[in-house]
């Protein structure tokens, strides 16, 4: 998958400014890609040359001007084949505490706890964030009640896919320190 797609299946939510998907890819996209808000502005002026966005202008008083960008209906139409491409290519992890993980005989088991805490530490932060949100898409109904009535659903189940996926870095990063823990007080290092 391109960045450019994931800038369109954000701008499915609306007009927005450079800023504005930037804080939204943290906020909403950023459990399924990531994205620098460096990457965000080049991408946007590829697809506004290749006629994908189109850009407004709105003045502003006390600020600098910002551009408003929003989908062309060339843009839906690549996102549109987007959707109906075949099977998607399987996740490739990268996974630099994994490799540490690995080598965690010959290494600091130490400074692989410390690595692994701090990621169970900004996975409970994940997912309370995306727990928020998902009150907010829910605003007081149940699920069923959302998707028999909210205009879109590709938010709330892509917000599912980044809730299990931080759950599931809990609960491995709680057993691998769960296990050094025990390794250590057996006396093993």
Same mark, same amino acid.
């Given at each position: 998958m391109a /960045?450019?797609?994931a800038v369109m299946a954000a701008l499915l939510e609306g007009e927005a400014s450079g800023y504005d998907l930037a804080k939204g890819f943290e906020a909403s996209v950023a459990n399924f890609w990531m994205a620098t808000p460096q990457q965000l502005y080049r991408e946007l002026e590829r697809m506004e040359s290749e006629g994908l966005v189109r850009?407004?202008?709105v003045e502003?008083?006390?600020?600098?001007n910002k551009r408003l960008f929003s989908l062309t209906e060339a843009g839906r139409d690549i996102l549109r084949a987007y959707v109906a491409e075949g099977p998607s290519k399987p996740t490739a992890i990268r996974d630099e505490l994994m490799v540490r993980v690995q080598c965690v005989d010959i290494g600091d088991i130490d400074a692989v706890r410390a690595g692994v805490a701090e990621r169970v530490e900004r996975s409970t932060a994940k997912l309370a964030r995306? $727990?928020?949100?998902?009150?907010?898409l829910l605003? +007081?109904?149940? $699920?069923?009640e959302y998707f028999a009535d909210?205009?879109?659903v590709g938010p709330y189940l892509t917000l599912m896919g980044g809730m299990a996926f931080e759950? +599931?870095? /809990?609960?491995?990063g709680n057993t691998v320190l769960?296990? /050094?823990d025990r390794r250590a007080a057996s006396g093993v290092r």
């Open positions: /960045l450019r797609n850009a407004r202008v502003q008083e006390r600020r600098p995306y $727990e928020r949100m998902r009150e907010r605003a +007081g109904r149940t $699920e069923d909210a205009e879109r759950r +599931g870095n /809990l609960e491995w769960r296990r /050094l």
